[in-house]
C-alpha cells in the first residue's frame, strides 16, 4: 500500500471534501481513517487537507505544479474503488 501513496513530484496538494455525518460519506472517512498515516508518512512535505461540511457530496481534489487541478466524485465508491481512484489521481501528474 505504501507505494500507492509516494505521490508524484508535480502534487503540491491533495484535498478530500466530505460529510461527517452523511451515508455517502461513509466510505471516505473509512479510507481516510485507514489510509490517512500512511500518505503522510510517505509525503510530509505536502499537504493533505480534510474539508468536512453538512451535506457536501464526497470528492477528491488534487492540484499540481502550474495549478493544475483535477478531481473526482467519491460518491458510491467502495474503500477499495476510493483507493484506486486517489492512487490515480496523485500518480496523473507524471
Known amino acids: 500500500m505504501s507505494s500507492k501513496y509516494a505521490f508524484t513530484k508535480s502534487l503540491k496538494e491533495v484535498r478530500f471534501l ?3 455525518t452523511g451515508e455517502a460519506s461513509a466510505a471516505t472517512r473509512s479510507f481516510i481513517t485507514r489510509a490517512y ?4 508518512k510517505n509525503n510530509p ?3 493533505i487537507l480534510l474539508r468536512e461540511a453538512q451535506g457536501t ?3 477528491v481534489y ?3 505544479d502550474l495549478g493544475q487541478e483535477k478531481s473526482q466524485s467519491l460518491a458510491g465508491l467502495s474503500d477499495k474503488q476510493i483507493e484506486d481512484a486517489v492512487s490515480g489521481l496523485v500518480k496523473d501528474g507524471q
Not at 37 to 40: A, F, L, N, S
Open 18 to 20: 466530505f460529510c461527517q
Open 45 to 47: 512535505n505536502i499537504p
Open 57 to 59: 457530496a464526497p470528492k
Open 62 to 64: 488534487a492540484r499540481y
Open 37 to 40: 498515516p500512511t500518505m503522510k
